[in-house]
């Protein structure tokens, strides 16, 4: 989409789809960290959990909502203004938290159906939105 203005033309080159899937991220992750905090609790009463490993899960799962909440703010921030660097460093969070994501998915210390679920949505939508980014800073340095 052009726009003139005293004979400039502007190109906006900002990403609906990915502005659009960083909206939808907000809510569902809100929902995942919920989702997993409670399913650690229940994993707490039901089986024998490990204190070590309850505390690394749980610092684990509290490090992925306080890099997730960088990665959107800047994922948003550098989309709207179109500036790579901040979307360079949300792409960069986004590898932090698939790695985290892969965690709760394989390495935790049980996994119950729905940690697979809840994990395999995550990781699409940061695959999705890792796709996006790329494209779109791309567009950036066009």
């Known amino acids: 989409m052009a726009l003139t203005r005293r004979g400039k033309s502007s190109l906006v080159r900002s990403s609906v789809p990915l502005q659009i899937l960083l909206y939808i ?12 905090l409670l399913m650690i ?13 309850l505390a690394l899960d749980l610092g684990l799962l509290f490090l992925m909502a306080i890099l997730e909440s960088v990665r959107l703010y800047l994922g948003t921030m550098g989309n709207l203004t179109e500036e790579e660097l901040p979307l360079g460093f949300s792409l960069f969070f986004t590898a932090g938290n698939v790695m985290l994501s892969v965690y709760f998915l394989i390495w935790e210390t049980y996994i ?21 980014e790329l494209f779109t800073i791309a567009a950036f340095f066009r």
């Open 25 to 36: 991220n907000v809510p569902y992750y809100v929902f995942y960290f919920v989702a997993t």
């Open 41 to 53: 609790i229940y994993k707490c009463q039901v089986f024998s959990y490990p204190d070590s490993n």
């Open 112 to 132: 119950l159906r729905a940690d697979v679920i809840i994990n395999a949505i995550l990781l699409t939508l940061y695959g999705l939105e890792a796709v996006l």
